[in-house]
């Protein structure tokens, strides 16, 4: 008696802890899953989709669409067509779900055109300092990008550099100081290699993404002294194809170009050597090296000098002539 007494008492405690479990799970399973937990608002030609506790980043994207879908129809010379979904996962493992196992971890977002899909990381996962604006512009640029040239045979550094052109990004000291270490250290990217940017580590990408921007900058600077314009450029690149145009508009194949933009690159970067921290602390070690052996020579000529005209002072007349004659007769 007494022992099924405890079987029974055991097994209740068991059915209740059951159901406690399956009740957390549903819960768990109800909050995680639920598809009516996601928003989808549509907007212009987006359908947005989002959880509701990340409206604010929602807001902020339809802000960026509002602003910069005109600028982007204009400078690829196209109008949207058709609907687009941009995502704002709920959490990284939605994002790395999404985005699948290709995408690297160091990625913010990406735009899938088979899908005519955006996905965007919410700004507290970036891996790196980025801004949340302009990494929607970024891949707004993609989207524009794809829909005016689909598939054609374009380098990656054209597509990422006018990504990075397009968002407004900058090579402040910082961007300067990695170039410059690339530049000494021989580890600057063949501009063609920058197609397999998928396959590259955090640094390593980060430098790429500069390269492509210093490139189009490159590229600006030949199609302005020229006279021509951005457009004119990316028309023909749809009518002609990349090769035929980048000749075409500064006289370079696709290895001359990146033989001058390699010279410019180093003229314009390698200077931000010196501002390199480890350089820095270098140069201000010699200086206060420099300094302090300065200081030692000034204290002991000033010592001498101090000796000197304290001997001057004690020595008396007679005795100079002394030693005059001390020193101009040996003999003596
Ligand atoms: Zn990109």
Redesign the pocket.
């Known amino acids: 008696m007494r022992r099924f007494f405890y079987k029974y008492t055991l097994l209740k405690s068991l059915d209740k802890a059951w159901v406690f479990n399956i009740i957390l799970f549903l819960v768990f399973a109800i909050t995680r899953f639920s598809p009516s937990m996601n928003v989808d608002v549509r907007h212009r030609q987006f359908i947005v989709s989002y959880s509701p506790e990340d409206e604010t980043y929602a807001k902020r994207l339809l802000v960026v669409l509002d602003k910069e879908i005109a600028v982007f129809e204009n400078f690829f010379n196209t109008k949207l067509e058709g609907i687009f979904t941009i995502e704002i996962p709920a959490s990284q493992t939605d994002y790395n779900t999404s985005a699948g196992s290709n995408i690297p971890e160091w990625s913010n977002a990406l735009y899938m055109p088979s899908q005519r899909r955006m996905i965007l990381k919410k700004p507290e996962w970036f891996s790196s300092e980025e801004n949340f604006e302009q990494v929607i512009s970024?891949?707004l640029s993609?989207l524009f990008f794809h829909q005016k040239y689909g598939h054609s045979a374009i380098p990656l550094w054209f597509?990422?550099g006018l990504?990075e052109y397009l968002s407004d990004k900058r090579i402040e000291m910082p961007e300067g100081v990695i170039i410059a270490n690339a530049i000494f250290t021989r580890k600057i990217i063949p501009l063609m290699n920058i197609d397999s940017l998928l396959l590259f580590n955090s640094g390593r990408a980060r430098l790429a993404y500069l390269e492509s921007l210093t490139a189009i900058q490159f590229l600006e600077s030949i199609i302005s002294s020229r006279g021509n314009e951005w457009d004119e450029f990316m028309e023909m690149v749809n009518q002609a194809g990349f090769e035929i145009t980048l000749k075409s508009f500064t006289t370079y194949d696709q290895v001359d170009f990146e033989i001058f933009w390699y010279r410019w690159l180093s003229e314009k970067y390698k200077w931000f050597i010196i501002l390199n921290w480890e350089n820095l602390i270098w140069i201000f070690m010699t200086i206060v090296l420099l300094g302090a052996l300065y200081a030692v020579r000034y204290r002991n000529k000033k010592t001498l000098e101090d000796w000197e005209n304290d001997e001057s002072l004690q020595l008396e007349p007679e005795d100079q002539v002394n030693i005059d004659i001390n020193i101009d007769n040996p003999n003596y």
């Open positions: 970024h891949e993609h597509n990422e990504a």
